[in-house]
């Protein structure tokens, strides 16, 4: 009878101090995170608005067609590197060709190959601008540039 109370207890122990490691290992996940994020410090308030920036395409593309997406998203990528990184600012690449995209055409009212810039507010659609003017500065890389992150700035004023 000695030798099974003293194997009971020692279950009796083993299963203590399992449900305590398990408790303080929960207690250290729960209360004192040490991830990388966790270090860094939190934004001041969190950004109401961010910017979608969608070219959208057909299967077949132009030289010119494939010189605006280029040139538009290099000028996204240049001027908001942060912006982009954190998801204030996305660029998303849409082929209108693909039936799931066919709805983006009445939405937007497309009748061409084209740059939508998308305010998002709130996580809804506040306002969009179809940036057709940039086909009229297709041949001045620089200029179109300018126009496309001019644009992304004004809609990222407004928080």
Known sequence: MKAAS????????????SIGA????EFHARYLPLSAT?????????????VVAYFFHANRRC?????????????IQEAFPDELQQGIVQWKSINLA?????HFAT???LYSRTLVLVKVRDGRQAAYNNLMDGWQLIEDRAALKRYV?????????EN
């Open 98 to 102: 693909s039936a799931e995209n066919r």
């Open 6 to 17: 003293l194997i009971r207890l020692v279950l009796l122990l083993f299963v203590a101090i």
């Open 22 to 25: 398990i408790g303080v290992q």
């Open 149 to 157: 992150q001019s644009e992304v700035r004004d809609y990222l004023k």
């Open 38 to 50: 966790a270090a860094q410090p939190a934004p001041p308030f969190p950004r109401r608005t961010r």
């Open 63 to 75: 030289a010119p067609c494939v010189q605006y997406e280029e040139t538009a998203h290099e000028a």
């Open 107 to 109: 939405e937007y009212q």
